[in-house]
């Protein structure tokens, strides 16, 4: 097949899709919550361009960076600004369109709005004055790093979204320890010029040995994903400057160590005494009190005595 048979193939696909979505339902008053590339232009969707072009407005989170997206796919609906300043003004001004039967897109600089951010209030006031929210999905760095990184299967497929990290070290170091407790996968974002400090902080949160995936540049040129045990994790970024430009997404992969046989940690002595304490108390205070006898960790006690 010539290039120029190719081409005419593909435009008449294109054209055959495009006719078939355009012929979906587009209802009025409706506000269409629409994902948008988080890197490549090429990851808009096609149901998504055609809300984006069938809409009286769009509402974005900065107008000046959605313009350049919008005039690469050749959309010309006016724009306003909706971001984390002006959100409740903005909701009403989008009611009030919605009021008169218009169709509003809702669009932040990158991927899903109202997710890691702003948009929900907006989502929030619309639906509250009785008017349609219509999510368009579409591109996710926080689904674009899962799917790269092995760290879920079809049998565990939970994870956990904790967005950025507090920016101050105390906050961060506390913050990293009680998301570093769940055992599923834990997606993060964090920023370039704070990236050492928080794999850092959670090398010392969550162990050496734990392991953690940096993706990197999700979809752009420069898209980088590896997974390295904590413990390593700085020096590999030391390796090379690169590392740690861009943008991120971390995940910090559950703990696989294996549990502890408490069988195997309890000495005769702790055990005769377990035994006497349960023959009057319930697992808990049994195990209560024999942490305080023994010094002994009250879950490995309360594991034991639940497994008599």
């Not at 006031?125 to 349609?132: D, F, L, S």
Request: aromatic fraction near 6%.
């Amino acid at each position: 097949m010539t290039d120029e048979a190719e081409f005419e193939e593909l435009r008449e696909t294109w054209k055959r899709l495009a006719g078939r979505v355009a012929g979906q339902s587009w209802p009025e008053a409706c506000l269409y919550v629409v994902a948008t590339p988080i890197g490549n232009l090429g990851d808009l969707g096609l149901r998504a361009w055609q809300a984006l072009l069938r809409c009286d407005a769009i509402a974005a989170e900065d107008t000046r960076s959605s313009r350049a997206l919008l005039d690469a796919w050749g959309v010309r609906t006016p724009l306003m600004a909706a971001h984390r300043h002006n959100e409740n003004q903005a909701a009403e001004a989008i009611v009030q369109r919605l009021a008169r039967g218009e169709r509003v897109a809702l669009i932040s600089d990158a991927g899903a709005p109202a997710v890691s951010d702003p948009g929900a209030r907006i989502v929030r006031r619309v639906r509250e004055a009785g008017y349609r929210v219509m999510p368009i999905p579409g591109p996710s760095a926080v689904i674009a790093a899962l799917m790269a990184s092995g760290a879920t299967t079809d049998e565990a497929p939970g994870y956990a979204f904790a967005g950025f990290a507090p920016a101050k070290a105390a906050a961060r170091r506390k913050w990293l320890q009680a998301w570093g407790r769940l055992d599923v996968p834990v997606v993060l974002f964090e920023s370039p010029h704070r990236l050492r400090a928080s794999v850092a902080d959670l090398a010392a949160a969550c162990g050496s040995e734990r392991r953690l995936t940096f993706a990197r540049e999700l979809s752009k040129r420069f898209e980088q994903i590896h997974t390295v045990p904590l413990g390593q994790a700085c020096a590999w970024l030391d390796e090379d400057p690169h590392r740690g430009q861009g943008e991120f997404v971390l995940i910090l992969h559950p703990d696989e160590t294996p549990a502890a046989d408490p069988e195997a940690v309890l000495a005769p002595e702790h055990v005769r005494l377990m035994e006497a304490l349960l023959e009057d108390l319930s697992v808990r205070d049994a195990a209560r009190i024999g942490a305080r006898a023994t010094g002994l960790p009250r879950e490995t006690l309360y594991a034991w005595a639940l497994r008599r």
